[in-house]
């Protein structure tokens, strides 16, 4: 089992593109939980530039439930990555198997799903600032679950 990256109800079609791209580098799976703020497919990540979707492993779930039962099947835990976490990234122990959830780019995501999270972690910044894109902190969080846990590619 390898770490999973999930995007709940992504906003931004490019944001998208690029946490598949990181998803198709690093050759992790990312998990498209719908409604979307664009038309999720194929041809529309071709349209928002990614021209890396033929060597991503990616699954869409037509909601937050019909993702948390199969991950739930799975015994996988949900990393929620979030400004209001109170645990830092780089104090967290992750697992092989974990999924990194990120939450729409305009709202984050609701307190139900906060509710059924394993971990909340935020990425620790300098006071002052709102937040990181989307798309980076997928890319910093990834990276510090796969370096801990052996699965970096060589």
Known sequence: MAVRIALYCPDI???????????ACFGIEVHIIEPAGFPVGDAGFRRAGMDYIDQVTWRRHASFAAFDAERRAEGRRVVLLTTTGAEPLFGFRFQPDDVLLFG????GVPESVHAVADARLRIPMRAGVRSLNVAVSAGIALAEALRQTGGLPD
């Open 13 to 23: 079609a490019q944001n998208a593109g690029t946490i598949l791209r990181i998803g």
């Open 104 to 107: 729409r780019e305009s709202a």
